[in-house]
């Protein structure tokens, strides 16, 4: 009888951890999960509601990758259910390199670093809960998870290890109707980076001590999906900000530094059906 009420405590509280007013969901629907039909739309909040991911601050995504519906959190995401917990005890990581002295124990790791390290192995997570003797343990072989992609080639150390750590947290806390970013080969249009060189619009002025908004410079000749954008944007200073905040965004979740840019060129064609919601959105209700 004690467990039971145990059940129906969690579910009761999972059900508190986040709402959406019926606006909400409109909004949702235009935005962030613009893609999803009704049934698609129905499972997308009832995840968000059970893990208290909210979309409105990016904790939570909603993509079509080959017309599969697939929803998506971070490693921060996890980590937020995790942290929540009453059981949760702490997360360890690291990246392994050749040369490193590595050994598993029951109880944690062996870890350490080589003087010549050399190239990345993998990458181990532990995550410990109050209630377990043992830690939850995931080894991600680096070679099972390279994606050849961009961001990968830029950051290893950092994509290997978020890899392990979501897949840890995740077996940990047995969450299941999430995929994380970091797990996913989601292949981007290596073509159109050839055809088109890098620019949000491109910046042709730096940004000025008094304006912290990032300028947009329009050069002469604009790629198709530019054109689109500027059409919806035009000279609105708030629709400039939305832009660079969506660009941002799809920055963060792909791991890219700060310093790196990402133009409108290289969004999927998900994510650039969505950009163009979002704005046209913020646009009626200006």
């Known amino acids: 009888m004690g467990a039971q009420n145990k059940v129906v405590d969690i579910e009761s509280r999972n059900k508190e951890l986040i709402s959406f007013t019926q606006k909400e969901v409109e909004t949702i629907k235009r935005t962030v999960a613009s893609d999803a039909n009704t049934d698609e739309l129905r499972m997308f909040l009832h995840i968000a509601k059970t893990y208290g991911l909210d979309p409105f601050n990016k904790e939570i995504f909603f993509w079509k990758i080959k017309g599969k519906p697939t ?10 259910i995790a942290d929540r917990h009453d059981e949760y005890n702490g997360l360890v990581s690291d990246v392994v390199r050749e040369n490193d002295k590595f050994r598993r124990k029951a109880q944690g790791i062996d870890h350490e670093y080589g003087t010549n390290r050399g190239d990345i192995i993998g990458a181990y997570a532990l995550v410990y809960r109050k209630d377990r003797e043992y830690p939850v343990y995931v080894f991600a072989p680096f070679q099972e998870y390279f994606a050849g992609t961009r961001v990968w080639s830029q950051y290893p150390s950092a994509m290997i290890l978020k890899v392990a750590e979501s897949m840890a947290l995740k077996r940990a806390f047995t969450v299941s109707g999430l995929v994380s970013a970091e797990e996913m080969d989601v292949q981007r249009l290596n073509e159109k980076d050839k055809k088109n060189p890098r620019r949000p619009f491109s ?28 059409k919806i944007v035009g000279d ?27 133009s409108i060129d290289d969004l999927s064609d998900s994510q650039f059906k969505q950009l163009k919601n979002i704005l046209n959105t913020f646009k009626k209700m200006a």
């Open 236 to 262: 609105n200073k708030n629709l400039r900000k939305d832009l660079f905040t969506y660009l941002r965004e799809v920055k963060e979740k792909e791991g890219l530094d700060n310093d790196k840019h990402i």
């Open 71 to 80: 929803i998506m959190t971070s490693r921060d995401g996890y980590l937020k």
């Open 203 to 230: 910046k042709k002025k730096k940004e000025s001590e008094d304006n912290k908004e990032e300028p947009i410079e329009i050069e002469a000749e604009l790629s198709e999906r530019e054109k689109e954008i500027k």
